[in-house]
């Protein structure tokens, strides 16, 4: 750990102004770069860089292979668990025709390499504090003895041995273990399962072979990545060949725009040589000094660079990303510390497992302490808002009525926040236009009318043709208006920031001054990978932004010493139940929607209700929506009762609609590090979800679904088209009433919010109404994990708008730094 003792010895040592300011002559050690070579300076192209990573045809990143670390009888328990999720089986008569069908039900993971790649993610990809325990129960189930500790009789047979371990007893003991798991009274046995599951199924669904296929993908009727991009990619091949033919003229750097986005021109990757670095930071404005190398053994925890700025950023998202454009564009030099790498336009690969691994929190493999609700959050340039769904909503009216009256954070209702809910909507292109709507849109909105249930088009930074359900998985064309296509291409045309991808604050650095009641910040200290090793760097800067996202902003603040008991309570998730309801397509022309159309195409987000919102009472209720859930995804979420149910399921996928409640959740939970997430559903959340899920029910089956369920382990469904209203209302009425909070069914969150929360005091608020903290001066937080309450709905416009106000502050503070 870098301690600020460290630093202040470092920087004295190696600063390139001596004592009182004085110029360091040539005899001294420090090397003060700005006569470097121009060929000496070095950029890796966007996104390419290599640490762990590949990359396949069109040069985008690709997750690398993981090293397996775990022992063989680990990997036996392993592998036999995969293929009790995925069993090699003999297809249904009424299936066994189509090949490819075929193909996928007479193929088990271990055929795929599954497990292979499941171990090493296991062994260095995984972050969670039951890991431990996963690792020792794959261990026992290689024994006799641990196997009928945790499977009971079910591990014995009536033959010698009599005692069998797991990846000895047959198929379908195996199943019937996994399912008494499900159900266990034993909480550590039901999180067993679940995390099995989760990490067997998205492994086997995700993984690519050097075609970019799958084997299964054909089976279950999946594309793999967007057509059109494939198509789009073709294009900026040809165009980068030689031609005879004579292209028209185009803008500077235009071609590099298309193929590397927007960014590019403003990104420094730190892997490059050191002094190619600092002439590539010089050129852009930013005094660096340098460490060298006989200075700086890679073994001290002392800095190799030292670069100075007006304002260092931590993050890239909605929230940092708008801050970094706003005071760049003001005319102050701002550097962005991004710990995800840049992911943009070509750079991207649209495959669900790669881009997850390079664009999400550790890979998208994240949950809770007591693994009761999956966390997706975004890990790249651009955070969450360039992998987000595009919805853009603006903040509710009785949450701004709550924050200003029940919290007394007079800015919600200020002049100054309707302002910045206007800018932020308008640099994002936030419009309500449709021109095609998507699959479980028009499922969620025909149903809704089909009721009576109110509903509306959902506000979107994306444009009304914008017809792509892969925009969780980056944006091909940059017409989602993100971060990275917004406020970050603001710093880099302003010519006065620059963008660090992969690198990861790990403290802020700040001091007592003589005369100042708190310390002051000072600047931050980050880390990155050169040549399989961690380097370590400063920034020094006279104002610092921590916006590293409400799951890691808490970390970071609380390495840095600072002690306010509020960081790191109050989290929010707004968790999310789903349904489901499968369409046939009966290639007739009453199919409904239309054959063509597939679950994972269209608009993520475009109709919402708000039919059990609660809005004109508590405020505190649920909104239903869409998801975007490509094969993985699906493949974790939907029940599993034997490996047989589980294909069946999976050949419906592109046929199956899912609709979801999300919860403003009056619960909260604590996040002190970024791989431990305390969370537990409260009681009042759980039935608003309740509630939702009675309604979900009811929307897919007035939309026209054949058959609806619920993700509950027990797997049951029913066909709505042959079963009496009688047996339709008992199967609402049971399956929606079911416990949420004991593991039996899959809860997801999105979006995290409130671990730094606002407030007008230090008891009880995190930050002040500006965003400052209340121990160190200058250090201010702008991202969700400010928010007093939750939201309610998706919080991308309410955290750019808060960020907006707190970026003002800023100002005002930098400008009064100016004369000083």
Known sequence: MLTMEDYLRVREDFNPFGQNGRKRSEDDTVLELGEISAEEQKFHVPGHEHGGHDHNANGAVRPGVYTNTLTPRQMESLTALCNTFLPPLEPPSRVAADEAIAKFYRTSASMTGAPELLGGLVSQRMEHPKLWLMKLTLWLLSTWIGTFILCGLKSMSREFPYFRSFPQLPLKRREEIIMSWSNSGIIQLRMFARAMKLLALLTFFTLVDEKDDNPSWKAIGYCGPDPEFKKQLHRLTQSSSPSLIPSPPQPPHAHHQDLFGPLHPGLIQMSSPRDAVANSLQRLGFPVSVCPLEYNPTRMPFPSLSIQCDAVVVGSGSGGGLVAGVLAKAGYRVLVLEKGNYCARTNLSLLEGPSMDQMYLQGGLLATANMGTLVLAGSTVGGGSAVNWSASIRTPQHVIEEWSNVYGLELFDSKLYTEALDVVCKRMGVQSEISKEGFHNAVLRKGCNELGYPVRDIPRNSSADHYCGWCCLGCRDGRKKGTLETWLVDLVDSGNGAILPGCEGIQVLHCRKDGWERNVATGVAFEFHCNGMKEICVVESKVTVVACGSLSTPALLLRSGLKNPNIGRNLHLHPVAMAWGHFPDSNSLETWPESEQKSYEGGIMTAMSTVVGNIETSGYGAVIQTPALHPGMFSVLIPWVSGMDFKARMCKFSRTAHIFALARDKGSG???????????????????????????????????????????????????????????????????????????????????????????????????????????????????????????????????????????????????????
Request: glycine fraction near 8%.
């Open 670 to 820: 604590t996040v002190l590090s970024r791989s431990s997430i305390d969370y537990k559903l409260d009681e009042v959340d759980e039935k608003n979800l309740q509630r939702g899920l009675e309604k979900l029910l009811r929307i897919l089956a007035a939309a026209g679904a054949h058959e609806i369920g619920t993700h509950h382990s027990n797997g049951k469904m029913v066909n709505v088209k042959v079963v009496s209203s009688h047996a339709f209302e008992r199967f609402v009425k049971e399956e929606s009433s079911r416990p949420l909070r004991d593991l039996s069914t899959p809860i997801c969150s999105a979006h995290q919010m409130g671990s730094c929360r606002m407030g007008t005091g230090p008891k009880r608020s995190a930050v002040s109404p500006v965003g400052e903290t209340w121990e160190v001066e200058g250090l201010y937080v702008a991202d969700a994990s400010v928010f007093p309450t939750a939201l309610g709905v998706n919080p991308m416009v309410t955290c750019q708008a808060i960020a907006y106000c707190t970026a003002q502050s800023v100002l005002e503070v930098l400008g009064r730094k100016k004369y000083m």
